[in-house]
């Protein structure tokens, strides 16, 4: 049974905007900590954004200040919207949740090993 599902990517021009959704079974959201990781084909998976149960957010430089975390506790939901989508955003985009007891501690949230739920991914593609 899936926990955790994206949806919301596509095919955009550069400028343009998405917003990306991650629905997650009622078990899986009780995770404390969730993020956003992208991949490309032959490249490893690249932390995007990550958003503990405190509320603290948590952006990869290359999107700091273009692409924002937030969630909506009552669907169950966790959002990115990218503003500003450049060719090099393009990527499969992946939703994920870590479900220890504890908070994924700040140093770490961007490292997929953190992480033990995970969506398939949706695709964003960014080109003219």
């Known amino acids: 049974q899936e926990q955790l599902v994206e949806s919301g990517g596509g095919l955009v021009q550069p400028g343009d905007s998405l917003r990306l959704s991650c629905a997650a079974s009622?078990?899986?959201?009780?995770?404390?900590?969730w993020a956003w990781f992208r991949q490309t084909p032959g490249k490893e998976r690249e932390f995007v954004a990550a958003?503990?149960?405190?509320?603290?957010?948590h952006y990869a430089n290359a999107v700091k200040g273009r692409f924002t975390l937030s969630r909506d506790i009552a669907r169950n939901t966790v959002y990115l919207q990218m503003n500003s989508l450049r060719p090099d955003d393009a990527a499969v985009y992946y939703c994920a949740a870590h479900s220890g007891s504890a908070a994924v501690i700040a140093g770490l949230v961007g490292s997929a090993g953190q992480y033990d739920v995970w969506g398939r991914g949706t695709q964003v593609t960014v080109s003219s």
């Open positions: 009622e078990r899986a959201f009780e995770s404390n900590t």
């Open positions: 958003i503990r149960w405190s509320g603290n957010k």
